[in-house]
């Protein structure tokens, strides 16, 4: 079946410019996240989405950063007025769910984003 | 604080050498533990996990890990190093003992692994 899709897969903008990246999770899985890789760098957790549950944002950088999932499917990550520093790979992950902790995340190819 | 340890950034292995990658961490309870793939350009990928029971645990591509309690460890193995297993490896840690919402996956920062011909 389809795995975890992201557009787009390279986003060039300018630094100020506001930003729209987009995850479709596997179909059926309750859970998603967002993650930022940096160059070189691990994994930095953002938001995680759990079905209706209220979203875990305590890995959001700033008040730039925000995240919305419609429907229980697809989410986009907004970043407004973007810095340099914003520059690196989103990735986007889902699982089945993650009441239990023990579910597989499936990971998006990510978007690379280059903030000039 | 709760963390994970990969001691070494980088790995180099002789192709159809063993490979061990070390993860060790500091979480209360027994963990769920996890590693996940990142082949250059290409997002990371699921390679095997502990939940409980047998303490080794096989995967996909070959590969295995074995989960010590007394050393809070989980590293990874292959018997035999292929090229095409050159990429950056991540261990992860869930806590089974849960406070609040907290729910995220626990990550190494990596380790670059590289198998020369």
Redesign the interface.
Same mark, same amino acid.
């Given at each position: 079946g389809a795995g975890?899709s992201q557009s787009p897969s390279n986003k060039v903008t300018e630094k100020g410019k506001d930003v729209e990246l987009r995850c479709d999770p596997i179909s059926g899985h309750t859970a998603l996240y967002w993650y930022r890789q940096s160059l070189g760098?691990?994994?930095e957790?953002l938001i995680?989405f +759990?079905g209706n549950s209220?979203p875990?944002k305590?890995?959001l950088p700033s008040d730039r950063f925000s995240a919305e999932r419609t429907g229980g499917s697809v989410s986009t990550l907004t970043i407004q007025r973007t810095q340099q520093e914003d520059s690196a790979v989103y990735?986007c992950?889902s699982s089945l769910s993650?009441v239990g902790?023990?579910d597989? +995340?499936?990971?998006?190819?990510?978007t690379r984003l280059t903030v000039l | 604080a709760q963390s994970v340890a990969q001691p070494e950034d980088q790995v180099n292995v002789a192709e159809g050498n063993p490979l061990t990658v070390k993860c060790t961490y500091s979480v209360s309870g027994n963990p769920?533990l996890?590693w996940?793939v990142q082949y250059p350009n290409?997002?990371?990928?699921?390679l095997l996990?502990y939940?409980t029971g047998d303490n080794l645990v096989k995967g996909s591509y070959g590969f295995e890990a074995e989960f010590n309690k007394s050393q809070t460890s989980f590293h990874l193995k292959k018997p035999s190093a292929l090229v095409s297993d050159s990429a950056l490896y991540?261990c992860a840690v869930?806590?089974?003992e849960?406070a609040g919402?907290?729910?995220?996956?626990i990550?190494?920062?990596?380790t670059s692994l590289a198998v020369n011909p």
């Open positions: 975890v760098q691990g994994l957790f995680y +759990q209220a875990d305590s890995g990735l992950a993650w902790g023990t597989t +995340q499936y990971f998006g190819p990510g | 769920y996890f996940y290409r997002g990371l990928q699921f996990k939940i991540f869930s806590p089974r849960r919402n907290n729910r995220k996956l990550w190494g920062l990596g």
